[in-house]
């Protein structure tokens, strides 16, 4: 433990955990395993970090947890370590977990994130940068989210989610382009507007994937940055993509 680190009272730290300078362990916290904490997070109460996964293949094997800097938990969020010898769950910079966020062994989440309240997260899922996940929203087990996402609350996410869209609903639908999100980002005019015609094509022209894939190819914008990360998602995608678009949504 960093000698500019705090810890409240009550927390429960084990022998094998490595906490940060400027990381705050509020009361109540239990911590514990192969557990790796960077700097200035904040642990508000009662966050339990580092404990075995909730999945019966787990036999005791060593894994961990990973988490970087800048973090926020609040009030009995929990963090699983990884199920398997040597594997973990990693956590990025600068996200935000609000109340009773659970997340499960194997994930990864990248940064710069809100979790709401009661968002969660089942084994192996991969959250990447920027995005806000609503209350009360369950993400099924080896899913992928792409950056700049925005999920409305009490959803249902059983595919992979592309980068740069809003997806709201159980079953789940594509409701238009994240472009507030874009914009409160930082990014840039231009790639914004190639990321509404990446949109239009492969949510708004009745193609299928592969017919979309192919109409891409054909334009110049194809090559921009943000238009091919959207296209290596979803080349990646492994459980399939949200595609059906809400039909009362226009963009």
Do not use: W
Not at 172 to 183: D, F, H, P, Q, T
Request: glycine letters at 12%.
């Amino acid at each position: 433990i960093h000698d500019q680190a705090e810890i409240a009272a009550y927390v429960t730290i084990g022998p094998i955990v490595t906490i940060g300078a400027g990381t705050v362990v509020g009361p109540h916290c239990h911590i514990e395993g192969h557990t790796t904490i960077g700097a200035n997070n904040k642990f508000i109460a009662h966050v339990s970090i580092g404990c075995p996964p909730q999945d019966i293949k787990y036999k005791g094997e060593e894994s961990f947890v990973e988490i970087g800097d800048g973090n926020m938990f609040r009030e009995f969020v929990t963090v699983h370590k990884g199920e398997g010898a040597g594997t973990k769950t990693i956590i990025g910079n600068e996200n935000l977990f609000m109340a009773y966020v659970h997340v499960a062994h194997n994930c990864v989440i990248g940064s710069k994130n809100i979790l709401a309240n009661c968002v969660t997260l089942a084994g192996h899922v991969k959250l990447g940068n920027r995005m806000v996940l609503g209350g009360l929203t369950g993400i099924h087990q080896f899913c992928q989210i792409g950056d700049y996402v925005m999920i409305g609350g009490m959803s249902k996410i059983v595919k992979d989610v592309p980068p740069f869209i809003k997806v709201d609903g159980n079953p789940a639908r594509v409701v238009g382009l994240n472009a507030v999100g874009l914009k409160r980002n930082n990014v840039a005019k231009e790639g914004i507007d190639v990321i509404r015609l990446v949109y239009k094509v492969f949510f708004r022209s009745g193609l299928n994937v592969s017919q979309a894939n192919e109409e891409m190819k054909k334009l110049p914008e194809a090559q921009h940055p943000l238009a091919q990360q959207f296209l290596e998602f979803v080349a990646a995608s492994k459980r399939g993509i949200y595609k059906r678009v809400r039909e009362s949504i226009t963009e």
